[in-house]
């Protein structure tokens, strides 16, 4: 065998060991489904989506942002293939006017511009982390985001929503290894990304948790709303756990940074922003 053909085989086996060993760590580290003392896949941790449906959920090309002139391309909505199932929404005629006329400076009428709490589903794809800490009777989930936070009621049917919320009420149950979660008493004004796209007071959303390793997590969400949409949609996508040991939320307490887009009209001259340094 000559020189150049034991180089040629030793180059493949070597490259085809290093891919081997790879998988081997890809799937050491993804690993089986951490499981609670009670048998259920034990969510907690603190995780992220990968995706740009925070700007808009149905697929869009990349487009120019709202201030070209000011920020030019960092101010650029980047491309996405969507989260939402079939692609489109299927609003009612009315509703698409809505949604049309809401798209128009959305970035203005975004209620995130606001502060505001971004409801169920948007909050578990915005551009920042959450954190769940899961016991049998209740899981929390703590968003990074303004600081919201919400409580999944487990086996509790009885707890029922008494008023509407940013965040909903949470009612939920395991079907074998997917935590499936109600959601329940919404206010309207949250929007579902910055496109404009909405819903009214009658959306029930339907969640499904489900654990597919030690760090993934296969999110769907079934939105149910009469006044608003032909029928009912679905949008799915990963979460992936965020493994770094020294991971955590840090604090986005987005109220003080809205009140000059709130306030700033009622300042009297020459009056500083923000709190004056003592």
Not at 21 to 46: E, Y
Not at 142 to 155: G, K, P
Request: charged share 20%; aromatic share 10%; hydrophobic share 35%.
């Amino acid at each position: 065998m000559n020189k150049k053909l034991k180089k040629f085989l030793s180059t493949v086996c070597l490259t085809t060991f290093v891919g081997l060993f790879a998988s081997a760590q890809l799937a050491a580290q993804s690993g089986d489904i951490v499981r609670t003392p009670s048998g259920k896949p034990d969510l907690s941790g603190i995780w992220q989506a990968m995706t740009n449906a925070h700007y808009d959920i149905e697929p869009h090309a990349a487009s120019e942002g709202p201030h070209p002139g000011l920020f030019g391309a960092l101010s650029a909505t980047p491309g996405s293939l969507g989260v939402v199932e079939g692609g489109r929404i299927p609003y009612n005629e009315q509703s698409l006017r809505v949604r049309d006329s809401n798209a128009i400076n959305s970035i203005e009428k975004d209620p995130l511009a606001k502060c505001y709490m971004p409801g169920i589903p948007r909050a578990n794809y915005l551009p920042f982390p959450f954190q769940i800490v899961q016991s049998q009777s209740v899981i929390l989930i703590a968003y990074e985001f303004a600081e919201s936070n919400r409580i999944m009621y487990v086996d509790q049917p009885e707890l029922e929503s008494q008023v509407d919320a940013w965040m909903g009420h949470s009612n939920a149950h395991w079907e074998g290894d997917t935590l499936v979660v109600r959601v329940t008493g919404q206010m309207p004004d949250s929007w579902f990304d910055r496109a404009g796209n909405h819903h009214s007071y009658e959306m029930v959303v339907e969640e499904r948790w489900t654990a597919t390793g030690a760090n993934h997590i296969n999110y769907e969400a079934t939105m149910t709303d009469p006044n608003t949409f032909t029928e009912s949609w679905k949008v799915s996508f990963p979460l992936y756990r965020h493994v770094d040991e020294n991971m955590q939320l840090l604090e986005f307490k987005c109220a003080e940074f809205s009140e000059e887009y709130l306030y700033g009209q009622y300042r009297k001259p020459g009056t500083p922003r923000g709190i004056p340094a003592q």
